[in-house]
Every structure is written in C-alpha cells, then in structure tokens.
Nanobody, 123 residues
C-alpha cells in the first residue's frame, strides 16, 4: 500500500505560479510511476504529467512549456511546478502512483490516489 498526500494548491491570479507537492508513504521501495491528474466538475479525470523512478517525464500537450513534473526519490516526493497559470487550469489536482515502471496516461492505470488539492486561477 502507498499513501499519497498532496499540498500546495490555492487561489492565484492568471499568470502566477504554484508548486504542488505529493508525499508518498508506505510501500515506497517499489519502482512506481508518479503522476498528476486534474478534474473539474462533470468531467473525467485528465492526465497532466507523469514521471518514472529514473526520470523521463511525460507532460500533456495542453500544459507543455508551462508545467514541469519532478521527483525526489530520497524524499518520496513528486512535484508539479505550474507556471503561467490560466483560468482553464482551475481544477482539483490529484497525485497518483502506478505500480509499473512504464508511464500510463489513463487514470485507470494508477493504483493509488491522493485526496486532491484545489487550484483556482482567477482572470
């Protein structure tokens, strides 16, 4: 079992930056892919970015160049640096872990989820 706890969400203005953090605990000795998804009311959970244990991140096209995912394996923590935020980035952001070494972009491919953190971007 892996437990995930996100932090760092909040209310910002368009153009601002935020950094989300996700701390993993439990069985973190395994080679997990860590990812971020986001969800707005009435919509499916959307892939944002993911990174394997050894690096080689994947970021969805809609945030490429603005969002960066990274991880500190020694701290069992994954980060999502979000720059140039826009109102359409408003969502609940979820951290996820996948007990495979290959990246998945579907929420169904992830085994563990955090509780989510709200990001609201005002225009």
């Amino acid at each position: 079992q892996v437990q995930l706890v996100e932090s760092g969400g909040g209310l910002v203005q368009a153009g601002d930056s935020l950094r989300l953090s996700c701390a993993a605990s439990g069985r973190t000795d395994s080679n997990y892919v860590m990812g971020w998804f986001r969800q707005t009311p009435g919509k499916e959970r959307e892939f944002v970015a993911a990174i394997p244990w050894s690096g080689g991140a994947v970021v969805t096209d809609s945030v490429k160049g603005r969002f960066t995912i990274s991880r500190d394996n020694a701290k069992n923590t994954v980060y999502l640096q979000m720059n140039s935020l826009q109102p359409e980035d408003t969502a609940v952001y979820y951290c996820a872990a996948r007990s495979r070494s290959s990246i998945g972009t579907s929420s169904m491919q992830y085994n563990y989820w955090g509780q989510g953190t709200q990001v609201t971007v005002s225009s």
